[in-house]
């Protein structure tokens, strides 16, 4: 893995452990309203400030990693399962299945994949479920016409040939010896699209459609405070920097394991 990679990779768990012990760390409530500190600039008490309801940020970014990116690794990973599931089969059986599925891909694929999630948590409650729900309805088909396409390749390579010459069923072929040579490109894919989902979790969460209030997300918290943003811009600037630094070092961390997996753009 490259330098770049690497400090990506450290940056991503550091931000993911931080969140996930956040409880356990020495820090403020995030929920708790102090109407005494409103709006207060950054200090050593509140090294990000406070909002417009005396809650400190600092304390509020590092839980709301834990929604924030939480949500995101788990759409990825349920992305992933069905988009990877679907390719295999897709690819190796071929047939009226083949077209039904790709069929069903090229449908979803032809909505813009933000607007399709947006619709998608509006006709179902808000929260968190309705979001993970939402982004891996949209993004598994990238997972799946992917991994479809490796498998195109790898059914008519000579050790699938061999495979089936010494009694191996299909079942067998395309789970034992198909299927593991598909997994680094769906880990490139997971690391890429980690990114994209953070970056439309925080877009339904700015428009009140994630985790409700008064949970800490860094989208919502951008929205609650957008009109301090001239004013009071550290109540937005924080969060921003969060979504910002997470979805690039995700974007980079998917980079570096192409050049690990020695995956081309072609693949």
Not at 96 to 124: E, G, H, Q
Not at 173 to 197: E, N, Q, Y
Request: aromatic share 10%; glycine share 10%.
């Amino acid at each position: 893995m490259t330098r770049t990679g690497k400090a990506a990779l450290a940056i991503v768990l550091f931000l993911f452990l931080l969140s996930l012990f956040a409880p356990l760390l020495p820090l403020q409530d995030p929920n708790r309203i102090d109407l005494g500190r409103l709006r207060q600039p950054p200090s050593p008490e509140h090294p990000f400030g406070t909002d417009g309801k005396g809650r400190d940020i600092l304390s509020r970014v590092i839980h709301g990693g834990r929604i924030s990116i939480g949500v995101s690794l788990v759409a990825a990973l349920l992305s992933a399962v069905i988009g990877f599931t679907v390719g295999l089969t897709s690819g190796y059986w071929g047939g009226k299945y083949d077209t039904l599925m790709m069929s069903a891909v090229d449908f979803i694929l032809s909505f813009p994949s933000l607007l399709l999630a947006i619709a998608i948590s509006v006709v179902l409650p808000p929260g968190i479920y309705t979001v993970m729900i939402a982004l891996s309805a949209v993004g598994w088909t990238s997972f799946a016409r992917l991994i479809r396409g490796q498998v195109l390749t790898l059914k008519n390579m000579p050790f699938v040939d061999a495979a089936r010459a010494v009694g191996c069923g299909d079942a067998r072929i395309l789970f034992r010896h198909i299927a593991p040579l598909c997994i680094p490109l769906g880990l490139v894919m997971m690391g890429i699209k980690m990114g994209g989902f953070l970056l439309t979790e925080a877009t339904l969460s700015f428009l009140g459609l994630g985790a409700q209030p008064p949970a800490p997300t860094w989208g919502a918290m951008i929205s609650a405070n957008r009109a301090y943003v001239l004013s009071s811009v550290w109540m937005v600037f924080f969060p921003g920097m969060a979504i910002s630094v997470t979805a690039f070092c995700f974007n980079l961390l998917g980079e570096s394991l192409k050049e690990v997996f020695k995956i081309t753009e072609k693949e």
